[in-house]
């Protein structure tokens, strides 16, 4: 057992995980990345892949899905700033081989070519 006088004079935090004070959006912004599009092949078949607009922030987007914030999703949806990746959309990319900024809002995948 450790002595009291060995603690130090700072007093200790006690933090629950996943409880750190960033936000959603700061936390997602880690698990942002550049991927290519063979990556993302898998998810588009299994239809999960989401293209994200390049006029709304992928983070937002994935802290409002995360959130289970159905309107505003339903709104980027009726716009077209978030659409689902469709067969059409992957033969063309096939050809092209872009890469992509991706994030991974389970079970669902966001993306939109760099």
């Known amino acids: 057992m450790i002595a009291p006088e060995h603690y130090g004079s700072e007093s200790m935090k006690y933090v629950l ?3 750190d004070g960033t936000s959603t959006e700061e936390k997602l912004a880690g698990y942002t990345g550049v991927v290519p599009w063979s990556y993302l092949r898998p998810h588009c078949e299994n239809g999960v892949l989401f293209y994200v607009d390049a006029s709304l922030d992928l983070t937002v987007v994935g802290a409002a ?3 289970n914030e159905s309107a505003r999703v339903d709104a980027w949806l009726k716009s077209g700033d978030l659409v689902k990746m469709s067969e ?6 096939e050809k092209d081989s872009p890469e992509f900024e991706a994030l991974v809002v389970s079970p669902f995948v966001l993306c939109r070519p760099v």
């Open 17 to 19: 995980f996943g409880e």
């Open 88 to 93: 059409v959309h992957a033969s063309q990319w």
């Open 65 to 67: 899905i995360s959130r």
